[in-house]
């Protein structure tokens, strides 16, 4: 049953980072659920979803090419330099530390998807940035995707639509290109470090890369405000249950 809610979890998780972003919202109370402890599991779900949003970014491969805004190599660069640094970050915390901060996490990240497309909104109507500013503020969303991770599309996509992108479709294939890599470059930490459990690793990895590659073409016909409430529903009850049952 645990095997099961793992496969479950992890393919949804693949499709939903493709789509509207939040997958870290199910892969990791699954890890939860099947005894990970959660420093672990959040390396572990990391390990998971990573594979899977290279595959959704080469679904969104024909979109990737339209992208002229954005100089790539600069862009990825910066990512995988904060990824590295929130991952290391990460292994440095002490296990009491990290369970005494992620009912705090996942209230910043479920708040974050709840309310990011308002705020993007806003900014986009009030602040206009230069490319440098962009590469910076993507340094710090890269370090906290390193580190966490919960919301980081929501945080890529607003920085790409202050920077003023409008393609919604490249965006998206952006997003899950540099959180793909950002992910990898983590992952790596993560495997030295010793912090990922591989069996259940090994399970959601094959999972999430189907869901990955489906999700980009699901992303074409299912309306994501639908998705985007289940994810916050998760969220909102796995922010209560680490702050009440976990306290």
């Not at 980072?17 to 672990?40: D, E, Q, R």
Request: glycine share 12%; net charge positive; with cysteine.
């Amino acid at each position: 049953m645990l095997t099961l809610l793992l496969i479950v979890s992890a393919f949804f998780a693949g499709a939903l980072n493709a789509v509207a972003g939040g997958g870290s919202f199910l892969t990791f109370p699954a890890l939860i659920l099947a005894g990970v402890p959660p420093l672990n599991a959040n390396a572990t779900s990391t390990v998971a979803v990573a594979p899977g949003a290279l595959a959704s970014a080469y679904g969104y491969r024909r979109e990737l090419g339209k992208i002229k805004e954005v100089h790539l190599p600069s862009f990825l660069g910066v990512s995988l330099i904060g990824g590295l640094i929130g991952a290391l970050a990460l292994l440095w915390t002490p296990e009491r530390t990290f369970e005494a901060i992620v009912p705090w996490l996942l209230l910043f990240a479920t708040v974050l998807f709840a309310f990011g497309p308002k705020v993007s909104a806003w900014i986009r109507r009030t602040v206009t940035v230069g490319y440098s500013s962009v590469l910076v503020t993507q340094f710090f969303i890269a370090v906290y995707g390193g580190y966490f991770g919960g919301g980081i599309g929501i945080l890529i996509l607003a920085t790409l639509g202050v920077f003023g992108l409008t393609d919604l479709h490249a965006m998206n294939g952006l997003k899950t290109l540099v959180s793909g890599c950002l992910n990898a470059v983590a992952v790596i930490a993560f495997v030295f470090g010793g912090a990922v459990y591989w069996t259940e690793a090994l399970i959601m990895l094959v999972a999430a890369v189907a869901g990955g590659y489906a999700g980009a073409s699901i992303a074409r016909r299912i309306p994501p405000p639908i998705l985007r409430k289940f994810v916050i529903a998760v969220g909102v009850a796995m922010t209560v249950y680490f702050f009440l049952v976990k306290a």
